[in-house]
């Protein structure tokens, strides 16, 4: 089994909680408060179920554990508090260090919010409506990137039975994960604007309000067709307006004024229903309620079990797969427990 330490925050709980849902005996160590979109509870509940942590500033304890750990992630907030905790020092196989603008250059000491990071990677840029303020990604965006990216790479590291250190900037992912956004800046000098909940390149691709909440369509070229039975509205095959996604594009306005009324005329259940019978992409924005009682997550057996100090049992999201079908856990809540004798 591997044995995993893990120092930080919510990137280093998000990373580790990847590596306890892949079987690795996780300890945590304890110390500043997680910062949390979501209550404390619910977070700690969410990151640390089915860990240990030891809760230490002692840093000569904390180097005694990497000593013994294969893989050790320290999240920090800049990259001299890395070798303040004694990152350099620690022998553990694989070392991952995980800072917001990574271990080297002019900004390796700067301190930055997540919000901070996603306006300097240009993403509240691109968020909100166009003609008011810009808005920033609600959750833990920047820090379940970042810690994706680390887990694949100390993941590459193990499986290739290589000792490494490993540096990732949150800069550097966000920048990373822009998809078209900088190709299209570097390649085209095209600057890329704010347009809301419209993915505006192929259209329609937006955000519609029904009888009983919202929906989102994703119309590709090649489902074009199928819309228009969806929409129940054939003639829209011979409107020239309509001819191509270019011509959609011109008029988008006309398009979307057409699918938002028939939409705003259907619930969220008769919607689903003929968007699978057409086999069109399109998503219903659910409730915490919808997303609880969902039947394609429970016939995936998406949840898993967390039992709280009381005795209750919540339902928590699962990893997104099951390696060679293994059955979902009910796990714990983190437990405190010393250190000596860890591993």
């Avoid at 900004?107 to 003609?131: C, P, S």
């Avoid at 054939?234 to 939409?263: C, Q, W």
């Avoid at 997104?320 to 250190?339: C, D, E, F, H």
Wanted: net charge negative; aromatic share 8%; charged share 20%.
């Amino acid at each position: 089994m591997e044995r995993v330490l893990e120092i930080g925050q919510v990137a280093a709980g998000y990373c580790g909680r990847m590596f306890a849902h892949a079987g690795a005996d996780v300890v945590r160590i304890g110390g500043r408060a997680q910062p949390a979109w979501v209550s404390e509870q619910a977070m700690s509940l969410y990151l640390h179920a089915g860990k240990r942590y030891v809760e230490t500033t002692d840093l000569g304890l904390i180097g005694d554990l990497a000593a013994r750990a294969d893989v050790v992630i320290c999240e920090a907030r800049t990259a001299d508090e890395l070798i303040e905790l004694g990152f350099d020092n620690w022998c553990t196989p694989v070392k991952l260090a995980l800072t917001p603008f990574g271990r080297t250059g002019p900004k390796r000491n700067w301190r930055a919010t997540a919000n901070v990071i996603l306006a300097m990677g240009g993403y509240t840029n691109l968020m909100g409506d166009a003609d008011r303020s810009p808005l920033s990604l609600p959750g833990h965006y920047v820090e379940f990137q970042t810690a994706a990216m680390g887990y694949a790479a100390a993941n590459a590291c193990r499986l290739a039975r290589q000792s490494n250190e490993i540096d990732i900037s949150m800069l550097e992912t966000l920048m990373a994960l822009s998809q078209f956004t900088t190709v299209r800046w570097h390649c085209a000098g095209e600057l890329r604007t704010r347009h809301g909940s419209d993915f505006w390149f192929v259209v329609p691709s937006n955000l519609f309000a029904c009888q009983d909440g919202w929906v989102y369509l994703n119309i590709v070229p090649a489902f074009w067709d199928p819309l228009t039975v969806f929409l129940n509205k054939p003639e829209m095959l011979i409107d020239e307006r309509f001819a191509s996604n270019d011509s959609r594009m011109t008029n988008r306005d006309a398009l979307h004024e057409i699918a938002a009324e028939v939409l705003a005329g259907l619930g969220k259940a008769d919607i689903e229903s003929r968007a699978e019978a057409c086999r069109i992409p399109l998503g219903v924005v659910q409730t915490f309620e919808d997303v609880l009682a969902d039947k394609h997550l429970a016939e995936r057996d998406f949840w898993e079990g967390v039992v709280l100090p009381d005795g209750s049992l919540v339902k928590s999201p699962s990893s997104p797969y099951r390696i060679n079908g293994a059955a979902r856990k009910t796990r714990s809540p983190q437990t405190p427990v010393s250190a000596t004798g860890v591993w």
